[in-house]
């Protein structure tokens, strides 16, 4: 062994009994152990190495663990947390214009949305989740609580053409989102996404406005497409082409667009995803909930597209679970295509991380357990007796473990959930906020 004085200096050593770095791709490593400095990965290594060439001023231990990077919601509506089985069993239509909508148009404000989304930051820190890409009003409320929470978070500028408590028409929105991007340039843990709503509710113009700046910028766009067939049927009866080819005909296609749901696609659509480079947020629960339908999966991952998974709202979901959505998303490839070989185990736990981060921008930040990233890290636990045996921890993961599993998250090196309690958010405060906004939207 070294002498003590010649070791490496650093904040954290973890000690899990399995490590799966995603990077290499289906790799599950034990008896490693993870060297983190400055909110940063530093090496990963096997545990006598790190012993003998690091002095972290912390050592956690977890024998019982898998480690993992930080889950990334690829598509959410964080502060609908507030509308959690507010308007069940309904298709998406009734539930937005008949329910949704109506509630938002009474209740919407700056105190909604950052009480909401803090309880969503709560429930995410909660299963594992570090980073989510979010798509609502008042996105300046909700980058408070995302700050005060300690997770990372894509913000999406969401862009409508009519208006709502949020803003009066497309540029109201477009300005109120680029001066809070402006004014959030020095937070780390920040970044941004365009987010027009989705097709039946932005205009040619407006969609033109989103892909220059986008050009201008260099960050996402972010937008529900072809959730439902009902949304078709409309474009087709509007403008005379589906919503995709409009979109690329606008210009928005390209390694920049996040396609969110895609449930009904055609081949030459897949074909389009492809070759213009986009990414796809799939939320499987939502759809599933709503009846809106069940993705294919399989022409996609084939043709390399990449895509991530979103839980959606908390209000069509019902829960921000990602462990639920890598479940759920693995299991309908294979019964959709019989085909029992689709979408394995480790390619949703990347689905899950990488490909999400990568949607993002971020995957040379998060995603994977590689030195120089960002720790971004949640540990789950493997060894309750609900759970036994485990043959392949990665295969627990997706098949049998659930976010209750999940013992601590850390985002940036820093502990923010351990317990089943995130660092920085007191909930019983966050549960009396939670109760009176219960009673405004009950009666």
Same mark, same amino acid.
């Given at each position: 062994?070294?002498?003590?004085?010649?070791?490496?200096?650093?904040?954290?050593?973890?000690?899990?009994?399995?490590?799966?770095?995603?990077?290499?791709?289906?790799?599950?490593?034990?008896?490693?152990?993870?060297?983190?400095?400055?909110?940063?990965?530093?090496?990963?290594?096997?545990?006598?190495?790190?012993?003998?060439?690091?002095?972290?001023?912390?050592?956690v231990e977890l024998p019982s663990h898998v480690l993992l990077p930080g889950l990334v919601n690829l598509h959410t509506h964080a502060a609908m947390s507030l509308l959690r089985g507010y308007a069940d069993d309904l298709p998406l239509n009734t539930w937005l214009s008949e329910h949704i909508w109506p509630a938002e148009a009474r209740h919407l404000s700056a105190d909604f949305v950052h009480t909401g989304t803090l309880l969503a930051c709560a429930e995410m820190l909660r299963g594992g989740i570090t980073t989510f890409n979010d798509m609502y009003f008042f996105p300046a409320a909700a980058a408070d609580a995302v700050r005060q929470s300690g997770m990372r978070a894509?913000?999406?500028?969401?862009?409508?053409?009519?208006?709502?408590n949020y803003a009066a028409d497309a540029d109201d929105y477009l300005a109120k989102g680029l001066a809070l991007r402006d004014a959030c340039k020095d937070y780390p843990l920040l970044s941004f996404c365009l987010a027009p709503h989705a097709p039946y509710t932005v205009s040619d113009k407006t969609f033109e406005k989103i892909a220059t700046l986008?050009?201008?910028?260099?960050?996402?766009?972010?937008?529900?497409?072809?959730e439902t067939r009902h949304e078709i049927a409309e474009s087709i009866t509007q403008y005379g082409v589906r919503p995709m080819q409009r979109l690329?005909?606008?210009?928005?296609?390209?390694?920049?667009?996040?396609a969110v749901h895609a449930v009904h696609l055609e081949a030459a659509e897949i074909d389009q995803l492809s070759l213009t480079g986009c990414h796809i947020a799939f939320c499987?629960?939502?759809? /599933?909930?709503?009846?809106? $339908?069940? @993705?294919?999966?399989?022409? #996609?991952? %084939?043709?390399?597209?990449?895509?991530?998974?979103?839980?959606d709202s908390a209000a069509s979901n019902n829960r921000l679970d990602i462990f639920q959505e890598m479940r759920l998303s693995t299991l309908l490839a294979k019964g959709v295509n019989e085909d029992a070989t689709l979408l394995t185990a480790h390619q949703a736990l990347q689905a899950a991380t990488l490909n999400g981060a990568s949607a993002l921008?971020?995957?040379?930040?998060?995603?994977?357990?590689?030195?120089?990233?960002?720790?971004?890290?949640?540990?789950?636990?493997?060894?309750?007796?609900?759970?036994?045996?485990?043959?392949?921890?990665?295969s627990h993961l997706v098949y049998t473990a659930g976010r209750d599993n999940v013992t601590?998250?850390?985002?940036?090196?820093? /502990?923010?959930?351990?317990? $089943?309690? @995130?660092?920085?958010?007191? #909930?019983? %405060?966050?549960?009396?906020?939670?109760?009176?906004?219960?009673n405004r939207l009950a009666y």
């Open positions: 062994m070294n002498p003590e004085n010649s070791q490496v200096a650093i904040d954290l050593l973890i000690y899990p009994k399995w490590i799966i770095p995603i990077e290499p791709t289906g790799v599950t490593l034990s008896d490693h152990a993870l060297a983190i400095n400055d909110g940063c990965i530093v090496d990963l290594l096997p545990c006598e190495k790190a012993l003998k060439l690091y002095s972290p001023r912390e050592e894509a913000l999406g500028l969401v862009v409508l053409d009519h208006p709502t986008s050009a201008q910028l260099e960050i996402p766009i972010h937008t529900h497409l072809h690329h005909t606008l210009g928005l296609l390209g390694p920049q667009f996040i499987p629960t939502s759809n /599933l909930k709503l009846g809106s $339908g069940i @993705p294919n999966i399989k022409p #996609i991952h %084939q043709r390399g597209i990449n895509f991530g998974l979103g839980t921008g971020l995957d040379q930040q998060i995603g994977s357990l590689l030195p120089g990233k960002a720790a971004d890290l949640c540990a789950v636990r493997l060894d309750d007796w609900m759970l036994q045996p485990c043959f392949d921890p990665a601590h998250t850390w985002v940036a090196g820093k /502990l923010q959930m351990q317990n $089943g309690l @995130p660092s920085n958010i007191e #909930i019983q %405060q966050l549960l009396a906020r939670t109760n009176i906004w219960h």
